[in-house]
């Protein structure tokens, strides 16, 4: 029986609807992920900066909890105390961090050049290390145990040897503003969203449809109290591996403890990659006290993962987080082969917010089943 023309016009209306919106959909999201990558890193130092100013609204809550006070001072009080804190380590533990430091960066230095000629011993090329000292290449230096006369440079090696360093100077000075410059930027972006949540609550329900804005604050609301609970407790679990690491260190007698205690808590934020790297530094930092201190340090690093591994994260994060380590990971390495140490830093709070937005939309899926979710 043949069709009516009015049913085919409809179905043709309706294919060049669907056809329409899909290709103006295609486009949209082509054109959100060319924004993204073009300006990845704004957009993450942006959410750098959304993640301070939602640990400071957590510890201003908690604070709200001892201290009936309005939510201005809370802040403000959250906020000296932890500029206290840091001042207070600056002033007393500078010179020592400072000292630390440097002879921490030439013990790991010295570490890799033995183990790559422990390698080169064995038969394992390491020339992929890129560990060796530099050629000279034409600059007139005699190689080490020649005795070929050094001739002076000329002026072309001079001016070009000069330039060099006016580039290399440069170009530390613009890494040392751009690092200075993003710190402040995520500073002050964190004390703006703290000081004010609420405007700027309102202003993502503003963007959001009329029919569609109270899903939009459910899950507002969801992110807000998932990465409070979730920052909340790396902040415990980044302290405990501090302590735990910088008295272990200094029991076993390994120079530069704290240094490496710092650094171990700090790369605690990143999960997986970041204790792995943690790791690596304290056996190389501890390789030259001797093989029974890297050995002990070695024993302390599996104790200290293991605790926040299997102890302190799945008791302080059960509530806020549960992803999958494989899936973690491999994002994890997606993001940073794409996006670098900013992906690798934040992928776990960016899978979190994932998280809630999928949960929410499975939630709604067994609603509307007549499921139970």
């Known amino acids: 029986m043949p069709q009516p023309s009015d049913d085919r016009l409809e179905s043709r209306s309706d294919l060049a609807w669907a056809m329409s919106v ?8 082509a054109s959100l992920v060319l924004f993204a990558w ?7 130092l942006i959410f750098a900066g959304m993640l301070l100013g939602v640990t400071l609204n957590a510890l201003t809550h908690l604070l709200g909890r001892i201290l009936a006070a309005p939510h201005w001072l809370r802040l403000a009080i959250v906020c000296v105390v932890l500029a206290g804190l840091l001042a207070g380590v600056i002033f007393l533990g500078g010179a020592t961090i400072a000292q630390q430091a440097t002879a921490l960066s030439d013990t790991i230095k010295s570490q890799l050049v033995t183990v790559k000629a422990f390698l080169d011993r064995n038969g394992i090329d390491t020339s992929y290390f890129d560990l060796a000292n530099p050629s000279q290449g034409h600059s007139g230096a005699p190689a080490p145990g020649t005795n070929q006369p050094r001739n002076l440079p000329n002026p072309g090696e001079l001016a070009s ?3 060099a360093i006016v580039s290399q100077t440069w170009k530390l000075l613009l890494g040392t503003l751009s690092a200075v410059g993003n710190f402040f930027i995520v500073l002050f972006l964190g004390l703006t969203f703290a000081a004010q949540p609420s405007v700027y609550r309102n202003g993502l329900l503003y963007l ?3 029919k569609h804005r109270a899903r939009t604050t459910i899950i507002i609301d969801r992110i807000s109290e998932t990465l409070e609970r979730w920052l909340t407790a ?11 690491t910088w008295l272990g260190l200094a029991i076993i007698g390994i120079p530069g403890s704290f240094i490496l205690g710092i650094q171990a808590g700090l790369l605690s934020f990143i999960p997986t990659i970041g204790a792995i790297v943690a790791g690596l530094i304290v056996v190389l930092a501890s390789l030259a006290t001797g093989w029974v201190a890297a050995g002990s340090a070695l024993v302390l690093f599996l104790g200290v993962h293991a605790l926040e591994s299997y102890i ?6 059960r509530q806020a987080l549960d992803i999958p380590p494989a899936t973690l990971f491999a994002v994890q390495i997606l993001l940073g082969i794409v996006f670098g140490i900013w992906g690798i830093s934040l992928a776990l709070p960016l899978m979190a917010i994932v998280k809630v937005l999928i949960d929410h939309f499975k939630e709604d899926d067994a609603v509307s089943d007549g499921t139970p979710a």
């Open 161 to 163: 040897s000069g330039g």
């Open 22 to 29: 899909g290709g103006i959909a295609t486009v949209a999201f």
């Open 208 to 210: 959001a449809p009329a």
């Open 234 to 244: 790396q902040m415990v679990v980044m302290l405990a591996v501090f302590a735990v």
């Open 312 to 317: 302190l994260t799945p008791i302080l994060q």
């Open 38 to 44: 073009t300006f990845a890193a704004a957009l993450f």
